[in-house]
C-alpha cells in the first residue's frame, strides 16, 4: 500500500486543485489504508503490553530545551521550530518519540521501578524526507526498556518486535545487526582524531573502500588500513562476519563492542531461531545517539526499513560515561509497514433501506454487519451499489446484491 500526495492537477485549475495540493514529503492517507494503519498500529501496541510494556502519550510539541537536548540532539536538524504564541518559548515539533519517551522515564516515571517498560504510538513531522523513505510525516510505533544494561534486554525487545510484526502478516523478517562503538573504538585505538576521524567515518558510512584506503593510506599504516578495510568488508550473515571480526585485532575500546555483538546475537538467535540475522560492522547512520548494539528491520521486496533501534542513554548524552540510565528500544515506521502487510478483506457492508426500524440496523451491527443507511428515495439496489455495498437488507433478510433479483 503506497501513501500518494496529492497532486493538484488531477483535480484541474481552480479551487479544488489548490486546496488537495500538499507540500512534498506530505500525504492524505484514505480509505481502506487509513483504517488499516490504525488496526495494525493497535496490533503492535497490543502485542507489546502482552510482554509488559505501558503505553504513554507524549506530546506533538515540546520547548527547545527538553525535546532536543540528550538524545534528542541527533534530531536537531530534522525538528520544525516555532515560537510558543502563550510563553514567547521556542518549541519543536517532534520528530523523533524516542526522545520523549526517555525524557518521561527520567522524569515523571523516575520513580518507578527499573526496569521500565513503556510503549508508545503517534505521528511523527520531520523537516526532510530520504531517498528510501522521501515521506516526512509518518506514525511511529515503538517500545523502550529502560533501566538495563544486560544483553538478554537487547535480545528481549528485538524478539518482541519480530514477533509483533510478524503477527500483522509480514514474512521472512530479517534483523540486521551493528555497534557503532565498533569502529569508533577502532578508531580511538589507532589514535585517529579531528579531521581525519571524521573523513573515515564518512567513508565508511558510505561503504566507499576507494576512500577509506585513500585516506587511511595518508594517514595510518599498511596494517591499520587493511584493518579498516576488513571492518568495511564484514557485512553479511552474523555468524559469518562475526568469525571475521573474532580474528581482527580490534584494540582495547574496540573488542568489548565486538563482544557485546556477538552476545546479542547469540542470544536473538536463540529466541528467535527462524529469523535472519546479518551483520554491518561499520554501519552507523541513523544510529547517532546509540552507545552499543544497534539493529534494523527489513522486510524482503519492501522500500526501506520496517524499523531500527538500539542501546542507548535515557535521560543523557552520547557517551557511556554520561549522566543517564542504560536503556534500549526501538521505533517502527508505520508508512513502511503498511508497504509489507496483505491488505485484508473489507468487511462486509449492507445496504439498509430508508424507514428500516433502528433495532434491526443494531442487531446486524452485534451480528458484524457493516450497515450503511438510505437516506433518499433512490432505487435501494442501486443505491446499495453506489455506495460500494456488498448485501442489502431486504423483507426476507440480507441478501447479497446479486441475488436481489432487481
Known amino acids: 500500500m503506497e501513501r500518494r500526495a496529492v497532486n493538484a492537477a488531477s483535480f484541474g485549475d481552480g479551487d479544488l486543485g489548490e486546496q488537495a495540493l500538499l507540500p512534498p ?19 503492535l501496541i497490543n502485542a507489546f503490553e502482552q510482554h509488559g510494556f505501558e503505553r504513554i502519550k507524549p506530546p506533538l510539541m515540546e520547548f527547545e530545551p527538553s525535546l532536543l537536548t540528550g538524545t534528542g540532539a541527533a534530531m536537531v536538524d530534522q525538528t520544525f521550530r516555532l515560537m510558543d504564541p502563550a510563553s514567547q518559548r521556542m518549541m519543536g515539533l517532534r520528530a523523533d518519540m524516542t526522545p520523549q519517551a526517555a525524557r518521561i522515564a527520567t522524569t515523571r516515571l523516575a520513580r518507578r521501578p527499573r526496569p521500565l517498560r513503556v510503549a508508545y504510538a503517534g505521528e511523527v513531522l520531520r523537516v526532510r524526507g ?34 509483533a510484526l510478524s503477527g500483522l502478516g509480514i514474512a521472512d523478517i530479517s534483523v540486521d545487526l551493528g555497534n557503532p562503538r565498533l569502529v569508533s573504538g577502532v578508531l580511538n585505538d ?31 599504516g599498511a596494517d591499520a588500513t587493511a584493518l579498516l578495510l576488513a ?10 562476519c562475526l568469525e571475521r571480526l573474532n580474528q581482527l585485532p580490534l584494540g582495547a575500546a574496540g573488542s568489548p563492542a565486538r563482544e557485546a555483538l556477538g552476545h546479542v546475537v547469540e542470544r536473538v538467535a536463540s529466541a528467535i531461531p527462524d529469523t535472519v540475522l546479518t551483520l554491518d560492522a561499520v554501519e552507523n547512520r541513523g544510529f547517532e545517539y546509540h552507545t552499543g548494539v544497534t539493529f534494523t528491520f527489513f522486510a524482503p521486496n519492501v522500500r526501506g526499513e520496517l524499523g531500527s533501534g538500539g542501546r542507548y542513554r535515557a535521560g543523557g548524552g552520547e557517551t557511556d560515561d554520561a549522566d543517564g540510565e542504560a536503556a534500549t528500544g526501538f521505533s517502527l515506521f508505520m508508512d513502511t509497514i503498511l ?19 433502528r433495532a434491526a440496523t443494531q442487531a446486524l451491527r452485534h451480528e458484524g454487519w457493516v450497515t450503511v443507511m438510505g437516506l433518499n428515495g433512490a432505487a435501494d439496489t442501486a443505491e446499495a451499489q453506489r455506495m460500494n455495498c456488498t448485501h442489502i437488507l431486504t423483507a426476507t433478510g440480507v441478501v447479497p446484491l446479486g441475488e436481489t433479483g432487481e
Open 130 to 163: 530520504s531517498q528510501l523513505r522521501p515521506e516526512r510525516q509518518f506514525v511511529q510505533v515503538g517500545a523502550e526498556l529502560i533501566g538495563a544494561d544486560e544483553e538478554e534486554a537487547d535480545a528481549e525487545v528485538i524478539a518482541m518486535a519480530v514477533e
Open 231 to 240: 571492518l568495511l568488508n564484514a557485512v553479511g550473515p552474523a555468524d559469518e
Open 25 to 43: 514529503g506530505l500525504a492524505d492517507v484514505l480509505p481502506p489504508e487509513a483504517a488499516a494503519e490504525a488496526s495494525a498500529t493497535e496490533h
Open 190 to 220: 589507532l589514535g585517529v582524531t579531528g579531521a581525519a576521524a571524521i573523513d573515515l567515518r564518512d567513508s565508511l558510512d558510505r561503504k566507499d573502500a576507494a576512500a577509506t584506503k585513500a585516506i587511511a593510506t595518508g594517514t595510518l
Open 339 to 357: 508497504r509489507a502487510i496483505p491488505l485484508g478483506e473489507r468487511p462486509s457492508r449492507v445496504f439498509v433501506p430508508r424507514g428500516t426500524a
